[in-house]
């Protein structure tokens, strides 16, 4: 996993044509104004999935992966607690779904808690087991995030 803010992005590892082109995406203006759902980046390869909610406590949800795709999240507006943990091991809490790269796992006792907050953006890989959307402190947080999607 890689956490890091924007403007440190190209100073990483994730550094292939198609991270270019997902911090590319990222770094344009006007993200605020996009259509919320998927947006065109590079067909299958690179996508974005606009997304708004309010955060909820972390213990209301689960671990979510995928296995074709990194997720690079990155929140627009608002703040928020993403949980994470590596993936070997954790127990399934319903079979993976194939179709849409989803799966859902038990969160073990110990895990990362990272504050991801305007600007921020965190790189999770396949092997990594993810929470986001949790509420940072006790009060939710309505959220403006950017997922993009980078084919594995």
Known sequence: ????????????????????????????????????????????????NVQEYDTVAASEKQLEAHRGYYDVQFVVSGQELLQYAQLNGLPECQPFDEENDFGLYETPEQCTNVVLRAGDLAVLAPEDAHKPGCTLGSEPCHVRKIVVKVRA
């Not at 270019?20 to 006007?30: N, P, R, T, V």
């Open 1 to 48: 996993m890689l956490v890091t803010n924007l403007t440190h992005a190209n100073g990483n590892d994730y550094l292939s044509q198609r991270f270019s082109k997902a911090y590319a995406f990222l770094a344009q203006d006007g993200l605020d104004a996009l259509p919320l759902g998927r947006n065109e980046i590079d067909g299958d390869d690179v996508f974005a």
